[in-house]
């Protein structure tokens, strides 16, 4: 008789044996990266021919729909019905990458190949996000298998390709397709784990709010011998009004970006505990830095942070003896569902005012990506936990929102599901980078996890 132990064998054979590997390598090596002009086919091709003959081997229905809005990558829609009184379970992923960055990458590895070096797998989009949803979707597989082609619940699939450029056409897409892609709860995969021996789960994501600073005082540079001390110097300014945001120690000045005084008891209940890591070589925690009297958790899952993501005056490249016409500063806002993003924009203009910076001037302010939320001890996510626990045979950590950002809001608002993230990278994967790798160990374990989910959805008892 099918069981739950031999569909979770079924799934590790699956990565043991090579298949999901040979699986991944095919979908790396569509150069699907929606940030670089060009690839237009390639976005398309991931769907068609990288995805789509799997999903169709796996009895879905399956359509490809242009983006709403135009010049974004289309979305692909999915579904398998087994019966239309069970349960039903909405998956995302994104197909798309960011850009290859090909002339940065170390030697021997590429962007679109993947390659196994030090216990790593390396290839754009091995972490963000094909290798990801490939997991969950090999995991589906093994459970069918299991089970002699059935599941005992039902499937939706949602997968864009354009979250790299904030998911711009998704949300008007699943409002104008809502009864189509009604669902229970949605359970998808994206971003790290807390550290990376430690399952997560958490149950939405920060948004991010940008904004650039500007001071722009002159048409043109003017001679520093004759006009320095004399005439006012905006990266001088800038960087004072950069400076008066956030102190050198990292803590945001403009409090009303914040979730209140302090992190909001339940979320400081759920991080109780919560390690934070395994950036690797490529980042560090540094305990002085960010808002004092807050554990590194809570810092990064239930507070705001802020970022100067790009900041130039001048031709840092190329100087001249000139003081410069004007100086940018490309910011962003890392906040949580508790800040009131109203706020944001005039708070930093009193904020700037109140400092005598009335000179910098604050431009394309707005939301890229709204933060989400379900409740950490929501019955999916509790009911989730408990089955990741049972496959795993160890604790697996709650956190109630990522520290990056996903749609996830866009699924709350027009399908009003809760919110269950299973990640299956960490934090020093390189995404967005050179570099871009997955840990195999993981990778194994996702698959594993992902079985017993499946298989338990199919055995009823669910929320």
Known sequence: MPDRESAIARAQ??????????????????????????????????????????????????????????????????????????????????????????????????????????????????????????????????????????????????????????????????????????????????GPRVVPDLPTIATGTRGTFHFDLVVKLRDGGVHSGHWGGLTRDPAILLSHAVASIVDRHGRIAVRAWLPGETVPAEVRRVLEGCPVGGGGEAATVDPGWGEPGLSSAEKIYGWASFIVLAMTSGRPENPVNAVAPDARAHCQIRYTVDSDTDRFEPALRAHLDAQGLELVRIENAGIRMPASRTAPDHPWVRWTQASMERSLGRRVQVIPNSSGGLPGDVFVDHLGVPLVWIPHSYNGCKQHGPDEHVIPALVREGITAFAGIWWDLGEGGTP
Do not use: C
């Not at 991944?24 to 068609?48: C, K, M, N, V």
């Not at 989009?125 to 459970?143: F, M, P, R, S, Y």
């Open 13 to 190: 054979d699956i990565f043991d044996s090579g298949a999901f590997r040979a699986r991944l390598d095919s979908l790396i090596a569509i150069p699907s990266t929606s940030q670089d002009p060009g690839h237009d086919a390639d976005l398309r091709r991931y769907l068609e021919d990288g995805i789509g003959p799997w999903l169709d081997s796996l009895g879905f229905a399956r359509a490809v729909h242009a983006n709403p809005e135009d010049g974004f990558g289309p979305i692909l829609t999915a579904s398998r019905i087994e019966d239309p009184s069970l349960r039903t379970v909405l998956l995302y992923g994104h197909g798309d990458t960011v850009r290859g960055l090909e002339d940065q990458w170390a030697a021997g590895i590429a962007p679109w190949t993947v390659t196994e070096r030090d216990g790593r797998w390396y290839g754009r989009g091995t972490a963000d996000n094909k290798g990801q949803h490939a997991i969950n979707l090999a995991a589906l597989e093994a459970v069918m298998a299991e089970r002699g082609g059935k599941l005992g619940f039902n499937v939706k699939l949602v997968l864009e390709m354009a979250e790299e450029r904030g998911s711009r056409g998704l949300r008007d897409f699943v409002a104008a397709h809502r009864e189509e892609l009604a669902a229970d709860t949605l359970i998808a995969s994206d």
